[in-house]
């Protein structure tokens, strides 16, 4: 019903920046908070950053000055700015949102990730 794609992710050395972008289509009649989480090896999903519907945002503390996220309510899409990037930012990075459906039921999809890699 809803679907979640990723983009922009790819091998980036240290200092350099990436831009991440999600897009969400299919029966979509409002969505609210979206967010970006990320998954290194070996460790647990966390999340990066998440933005309300009316702009609001939140970071996690080792993101805070480096990354910024923004949202295009007209396209759907959730954005990812990643400057000064680090070797441990290297992870698979997850779009996530909260949607409500044209048949007003409540969903919470993932998309299927985009990797990035940090590294000299």
């Known amino acids: 019903q809803v679907q979640l794609v990723e983009s922009g992710g790819g091998l980036v050395q240290p200092g350099g920046s990436l831009r991440l972008s999600c897009a969400a289509s299919?029966?979509?009649?409002?969505?609210?908070?979206m967010g970006w989480y990320r998954q290194a090896p070996g460790k647990q999903r966390e999340l990066v950053a998440r933005?309300?519907?009316?702009?609001?945002?939140n970071y996690a503390d080792s993101v805070k000055g480096r990354f910024t996220i923004s949202r295009d309510n007209a396209k759907n899409t959730v954005y990812l700015q990643m400057n000064s990037l680090k070797p441990e930012d290297t992870a698979v990075y997850y779009c996530?949102?909260?949607?409500?459906?044209?048949?007003?039921?409540?969903?919470?999809?993932w998309g299927q990730g985009t990797l990035v890699t940090v590294s000299s």
């Open positions: 996530n949102a909260g949607v409500i459906t044209t048949m007003m039921t409540y969903l919470e999809p």
């Open positions: 299919g029966s979509i009649f409002s969505i609210n908070a």
């Open positions: 933005i309300t519907s009316g702009g609001s945002t």
